[in-house]
């Protein structure tokens, strides 16, 4: 594959990081379209117009998101879809835990463009890329992965209305932004409980934030 004329999305709620990345790549990857989403709702709106993306650079901590959860859902949903992790956490079991949900590779925020550039161009033809010094974790099946199971059978419609739930929007609210009936939100609700094995929206939201990690600064 020649490495040109590609859609590469990148999901960071970070537009100068966004800026800054397109600059850097541009010279490397000729003729690409660039796309942005600087939350979990705008990349789910850019994915559902079907667009042929050859790549999504995905943050773990956009606005919508909970750590791993929406990796785990692209992971699912879209499984031809590579998708490299850039984050500012760079310790052992993050990388091991994105790697462990389907990640294609991870980069640090604090890696050169230089190194962003190659690792780009291996996840693109195929192969996985870590940054050189990290040794990889075993993951044992706690609750954290337990819940990423779960997650992962929820619906695209069901895991957004997951993330509805977790900013504290009404049935009403959700049902007229997604354009469908409060029944169908209660629906929704319905099989989001029964697949988390929970009873409750709290409860829902709870189990949601266990895929989070401990925030940090970049």
């Known amino acids: ?12 709620d970070h537009p100068l990081f966004r800026n800054a990345l397109r600059q850097a790549l541009s010279s490397t990857f000729a003729n690409t379209q660039w796309y942005e989403a600087d939350s979990a709702e705008a990349l789910q709106t850019l994915l559902d117009k079907e667009i042929a993306f050859d790549l999504v650079m995905l943050d773990l901590q956009m606005p919508g998101s909970h750590g791993y959860s929406t990796l785990i859902h692209l992971r699912t949903h879209y499984p031809d879809l590579p998708v490299i992790v850039i984050s500012a956490h760079e310790d052992a079991m993050t990388i091991s835990r994105a790697v462990h949900y389907g990640s294609a590779g991870f980069i640090p925020k604090s890696a050169s463009m230089e190194t962003l550039a190659e690792a780009l161009t291996a996840v693109l033809y195929g192969d996985v890329w870590l940054p050189a010094d990290v040794e990889l974790q075993d993951i044992v099946e706690d609750a954290t992965d337990q819940m990423a199971s779960k997650l992962a059978d929820l619906t695209p419609q069901q895991y957004r ?15 007229y932004d997604l354009g469908v ?3 169908t939100i209660k629906a ?7 697949k988390l094995g929970v009873r409750n929206r709290t409860q829902a939201v709870i189990a949601l934030q266990q895929l989070e990690m401990e925030k940090v600064d970049i």
């Open 161 to 175: 209305v997951l993330q509805m739930f977790a900013e504290g929007l009404l049935n009403k609210q959700i049902a």
């Open 1 to 12: 594959m020649k490495l040109e004329n590609l859609n590469i999305l990148i999901a960071d």
């Open 188 to 194: 929704h609700a319905t099989a989001i409980f029964r």
């Open 181 to 183: 009936s409060e029944a």
